[in-house]
C-alpha cells in the first residue's frame, strides 16, 4: 500500500465516521424533539393545575372561616345552655323553697 492508497483509505474511513456520526446525532434529535402539540398540552395541564391549586386554597379558606363561625356559634350555645341550666337550677331552688313555705303555712293553719 503505497502513500496515496493509504490517504484515500484513510479519508473514506474518516468520511463514514463522519457520516455514521451525523445519521446517529439526526436520529437522536428526532426523537428527542418536543412537538408544539406536546408544549401546549403541558402548558394547558399547567394552567389547569394553577387554577386547581387557586380554588383549592379557596377551599380551605373558606372551610377555616366556616369552622371559626361554628366554633363561636357552639361556645355562644355553650354559655346560653349553661345560663339556662343555672337559672333552671335558681327556678326549682325557688320552687323548692316555696312548696317548703307552703307545706309549712298550710301545717301551721290546719
Same mark, same amino acid.
Given at each position: ?39 401546549? /398540552? &403541558?402548558?394547558?395541564?399547567?394552567? %389547569? +393545575?394553577?387554577? *386547581?391549586? =387557586?380554588?383549592?386554597?379557596? $377551599? ?12 363561636? /356559634? &357552639?361556645?355562644?350555645?355553650?354559655? %346560653? +345552655?349553661?345560663? *339556662?341550666? =343555672?337559672?333552671?337550677?335558681? $327556678? ?19
Amino acid at each position: 500500500m503505497n502513500r496515496t492508497e493509504f490517504i484515500i483509505a484513510t479519508a473514506i474511513i474518516l468520511f463514514v465516521a463522519f457520516c455514521t456520526g451525523w445519521f446517529a446525532n439526526w436520529l437522536i434529535h428526532r426523537f428527542k424533539r418536543v412537538s408544539q402539540a406536546d408544549v401546549d /398540552q &403541558l402548558e394547558k395541564m399547567s394552567q %389547569e +393545575l394553577h387554577e *386547581a391549586e =387557586e380554588t383549592r386554597d379557596q $377551599a380551605i379558606t373558606y372551610l377555616q372561616q366556616r369552622e371559626a363561625e361554628l366554633t363561636n /356559634q &357552639l361556645a355562644q350555645t355553650e354559655a %346560653e +345552655l349553661s345560663a *339556662a341550666m =343555672e337559672g333552671l337550677r335558681e $327556678a326549682r331552688h325557688e320552687a323548692e323553697d316555696l312548696r317548703s313555705w307552703i307545706e309549712r303555712h298550710h301545717t301551721g293553719t290546719a
